[in-house]
């Protein structure tokens, strides 16, 4: 394929932004076999997000409909990055029109809407792929490089977290965010990175049990503007909805292999703005991965003296996927911020419509929904106060 690949993001918000800023340089990392990306638009029900997201990044034009991204015959792949409820629509039109599709996690608000999506997915022929981006972390994929070749033993345990305070102030905004029900607020929103973060890790969940998803904060402020992503500010009215889905999820989970796993998810953890993180302990090693530092990770094993032995800082460089392909400075400590994950997702996005061989594949529609049935199961757990299985 060397024909140019038209490229258009539907939600101009804080994710969308990155969307667009990731088409723009996606073509300058992994090498130059890439087909030429014409920016073509954005879209966006609020003008000037749309208006000011084409400029920042330089796409062709703004839309106000995602139904104009569906109808335009200068677009070949599309990033869907709105509000879950609203991504089969507009998956199932753009896919009907000829389009791949990028779609941001988690796949669909219902498990229903997600098999619908990936039936569809599967009759198109098309590219259809899910936006977990953390499996393009460069320090994230060397432990797992790490796990496949056995250097860590066999999995015992998987502790992980992802703890936000977006929703830590009881007087921010009410938005879409804090409607639906339970498992459509912190565990949808970004537990679900966390859960498939495991599962690509430690293999397949196949039960939860023990799950909690209190709601903390039971009403908040309407807005009387539309705010960016997360942001907390801008005017309130006097008004309060109720707030329907969880301020936080906890759980126990087994994997297929035995391994046990124990994650914590919040949004209204005060003082941590995205504070993703993980230990993988095994039966010769162990690993360790945060967020805030997300160009390194630690790692431990019996390989020192034991008087020495202890926890080690490995920093991320050439050796290590992603860096010595992607990074413009590729060499140990130079470092690299969150955006590249997004760019290097949109990339092999590309190179797949390409036909180009990038592994690992993108995450596909087949995996959103994968990670959504875990999800469910979390809620049944929650509600029944049992262990669940997870279906295959």
Request: glycine share 10%; proline share 5%; charged share 20%.
């Amino acid at each position: 394929m060397t024909e140019s690949v038209g490229v258009a993001v539907v939600g101009a918000g804080m994710a969308g932004r990155s969307h667009a800023h990731a088409y723009r340089t996606a073509q300058t990392v992994f090498g130059t076999d890439a087909p030429p990306v014409r920016l073509v638009a954005i879209a966006d029900v609020n003008t000037d997000f749309a208006n000011h997201t084409r400029d920042r990044y330089g796409f062709e034009r703004a839309e106000s409909s995602w139904q104009a991204i569906v109808d335009a015959d200068d677009i070949d792949a599309v990033s869907i990055v709105v509000a879950n409820h609203l991504h089969r629509d507009i998956a199932e039109a753009l896919l009907a029109s000829g389009k791949h599709v990028l779609c941001e996690k988690p796949l669909a608000s219902t498990v229903e809407d997600a098999e619908s999506m990936v039936k569809a997915a599967d009759a198109s022929g098309l590219v259809a792929a899910c936006g977990f981006s953390y499996r393009r972390s460069p320090a994230v994929s060397a432990i797992g490089e790490q796990i496949t070749t056995g250097a860590l033993g066999e999995i015992q345990h998987f502790n992980g977290r992802y703890w936000c305070d977006y929703s830590a102030d009881p007087d921010a905004p009410t938005s879409w965010r804090y409607e639906g029900p339970l498992g459509t607020g912190a565990l949808a929103d970004f537990g679900s990175h966390l859960v498939d973060m495991a599962e690509q890790l430690c293999g397949t969940i196949v039960r939860i049990n023990g799950a909690v998803l209190p709601i903390l904060i039971k009403d908040r402020p309407v807005p009387l503007g539309a705010a960016l992503g997360h942001a907390a500010g801008g005017a309130v009215s006097d008004e309060r909805k109720p707030v329907t889905n969880e301020d936080i999820a906890m759980f126990v989970a087994e994997f297929a292999n035995g391994a046990a796993g124990t994650f914590s998810i919040s949004r209204v953890a005060l003082g941590h703005p995205n504070s993703l993180g993980f230990e993988v302990f095994g039966t010769k090693a162990a690993a360790s991965f945060d967020l805030s530092a997300n160009a390194e990770f630690g790692y431990v094993d019996n390989a020192p003296n034991r008087a020495t032995n202890g926890w080690r800082r490995v920093i991320i460089g050439p050796d290590h996927p992603y860096i010595a392909a992607a990074q413009s400075m590729p060499f140990a400590g130079i470092g690299h911020g969150g955006q590249e994950f997004f760019t290097y997702q949109a990339r092999a996005f590309l190179d797949e419509i390409a036909g180009l061989d990038r592994l690992p594949r993108q995450a596909t529609f087949a995996d959103g929904l994968r990670n959504m049935r875990v999800e469910e199961a979390i809620v049944r757990s929650a509600a029944s106060g049992t262990a669940v299985t997870v279906p295959r």
